[in-house]
């Protein structure tokens, strides 16, 4: 996760189905939420307070700045900046344009946007704007590329891209049918490796694209994926097969992705793609082959939702219903509950300037870990 990149993206929007205003009240909300979290800092950590008091359930980690704040969000609830001091609130009361957040980025020249159900809202530092996108498109994920175009993922409108002056569509409409028989792709992550090639990947059952600049390459399963119902759909997708050429293909298992639905793509240090899958474990693309990371290997957890790599080089998932898993490439070790982790299921991870890991969660969430213990910033009767 580079922050070249600007990446985040979030899982927020498969969970719930879901403009040019201004705001000079920056010092009324950062005095409201300072005195909200007032507390005994010898006692308790300050913790996120919910503003419209939802009762949505995800706590989602979605960006360090450049200033080196950290940005969450909250379904229904806007944005929350930390500076380490204290938690800021960004609702539609504030300029927002949508209480419903999907992905924060930062572009390159340090303005704050917002992916929505409603579009896009820029955010300046002192007041908020419209993006210049339809405010139908509901934007599940962000990324600047190194080129400075913004690549925007859909919720069932597949990719857009905008280059600022012109938007356009990839992977929706009356392009073949990808997968199951959709058109039209349903895209969670977002993704730029070393080499410059784009990665998105599908929740709609579309496993992963890779776009070269020129031409988009779609990874799904073998066909003994689906003709064994590992899907779970309760069909064999014989059709699904047919459109993809693989009844007769001989190639090995090693050559397909173990999982077509994909929550999240993160790349190591050695240019490896690795892909976070929702009931496969987590799997590894060498840019030659797949190598699947599961029960065998002891990840003992079903599926995973996020991975990020520490300093060592070691890989930190975090899973649906198994808490976060540790890995430095041979063994792994779980943190749970048990450890201090607020909530088993963990939906997403960020680390911050000083090498804390932060954890979203289930049941409003928030922990941070800073390689001894965790500590809770939140609470779900607040």
Not at 57 to 77: A, H, P, R, T, Y
Not at 96 to 117: A, E, K, M, P, W
Not at 253 to 269: C, K, L, R, V
């Amino acid at each position: 996760m580079k922050t070249l990149e600007f990446k985040h993206c979030l899982f927020i929007a498969l969970l719930v189905p879901i403009f040019l205003i201004s705001c000079n009240g920056q010092t009324l909300i950062n005095k409201n939420i300072t005195e909200e979290n007032s507390v005994n800092k010898s006692e308790q950590p300050l913790q996120i307070v919910l503003k419209n008091k939802t009762s949505s359930e995800v706590v989602v980690c979605q960006l360090l700045d450049k200033e080196g704040n950290l940005w969450f969000s909250i379904n229904g609830e806007g944005a929350y900046r930390y500076d380490r001091k204290t938690f800021t609130n960004f609702n539609e009361k504030n300029g927002l344009c949508s209480n419903h957040i999907s992905s924060i980025v930062q572009d390159r020249s340090g303005n704050i946007l917002f992916g929505t159900n409603k579009g896009i809202c820029i955010y300046h530092g002192n007041k908020f704007s419209k993006y210049l996108i339809p405010d139908t498109l509901f934007i599940t994920c962000m990324l600047e590329d190194k080129d400075g175009n913004l690549w925007l993922g859909t919720r069932n409108h597949g990719i857009y891209r905008y280059n600022g002056k012109s938007l356009d569509n990839f992977l929706n409409g009356n392009e073949p049918k990808f997968n199951l028989g959709n058109y039209h792709q349903f895209i969670l992550d977002i993704l730029q490796d070393r080499n410059g090639n784009l990665w998105f990947s599908s929740w709609n059952r579309g496993g992963v694209w890779k776009y070269d600049g020129k031409e988009f390459k779609n990874y799904i399963p073998s066909a003994n994926y689906y003709i064994t119902n590992q899907d779970k759909t309760g069909i064999s997708n014989i059709q699904n097969i047919l459109n993809n050429s693989l009844t007769n293909d001989l190639r090995s298992a090693q050559d397909y992705i173990n999982d077509d639905m994909i929550f999240s793509m993160t790349e190591d240090h050695l240019g490896n793609i690795w892909f976070a899958t929702r009931d496969h474990g987590i799997c590894r693309y060498d840019g030659k082959t797949f190598k699947s990371i599961s029960k065998n290997e002891g990840f003992n957890a079903r599926g995973a939702t996020a991975m990020i790599q520490d300093e060592k080089n070691h890989f930190w998932i975090t899973t649906f219903d198994s808490g976060v898993w540790y890995y430095d490439g041979k063994n792994f070790k779980n943190f749970n509950t048990k450890d201090g982790l607020v909530n088993n299921a963990v939906m997403n991870v960020l680390k911050d300037k000083d090498g804390n890991l932060w954890f979203g969660t289930k049941y409003l969430g928030l922990s941070r870990y800073n390689g001894k213990n965790f500590t809770t910033f939140s609470n779900k009767n607040n």
